[in-house]
């Protein structure tokens, strides 16, 4: 099976291909040396330039030395104008976060009602805002956009003499968020979809 890096490999040779492709160059994939046990990734030919590319996750740079040496020296014997290594890097992981974010959002949703959670029961209260996961954070003149999604815990009480009269259920539903908040951190508008829909599973 074909780890992260090899894939991270491919689709830069991809990439690089297009490129050169868009310069004007011919491209050959995988090129395999008639008299070598190697071969290119890419050979871009343009006019009488030939170019021979090699590309290797910086993972793999270690265990590759001797490789790339050889390809380096074979390509100059055999008349390429050039040989090129491309690196390529992982994507760096974002982790966005908001300072007392999870706070500042529990604070606002015990103290808002929700239509989706009031229709479920005769009394309905909100307990808890966790798993904050954050999507997307925009920061401008105005304020502070913010998206993301979080589960809330609802205690759901029954009454009012009917079959489920002094029957409490506590049950936690999943949430998307849209809030924009002031740059002293507090929220001035929200758009809070609370799913509902797995309590009648």
Known sequence: MADIAQYLEAAKVEEVSEQLKSEG?????????????FRYD????????????????????????GLIR????????????????VVVN???????EIENFDSILHDYMVNETFSEIE?????????????????SVEVSADG???????????????GGGDANDGLSIDHDFPFTFTLRLSHDMHIEDSQIAIDTSGFFE
């Open 144 to 158: 502070i956009d913010v998206r993301g999604t979080g589960i809330v815990s609802v205690s759901l009480e029954y």
């Open 119 to 135: 229709e479920l029961a005769h009394s309905a209260s909100l307990e808890d805002v966790s798993d904050i996961e954050i999507d």
């Open 90 to 96: 992982p994507p760096r992981e974002r982790t966005i």
């Open 70 to 85: 050889d390809l380096r020296e074979y390509a100059t014997r055999q008349g390429y104008d050039e040989f090129r290594l």
């Open 42 to 65: 890419i050979v871009a030919t343009r006019n009488d330039k030939k170019i021979a590319i090699e590309v290797k996750a910086r993972s793999h740079l270690r265990e590759s030395a």
């Open 25 to 37: 160059y011919q491209i050959i994939l995988n090129q395999t040396e008639p008299d070598a046990n």
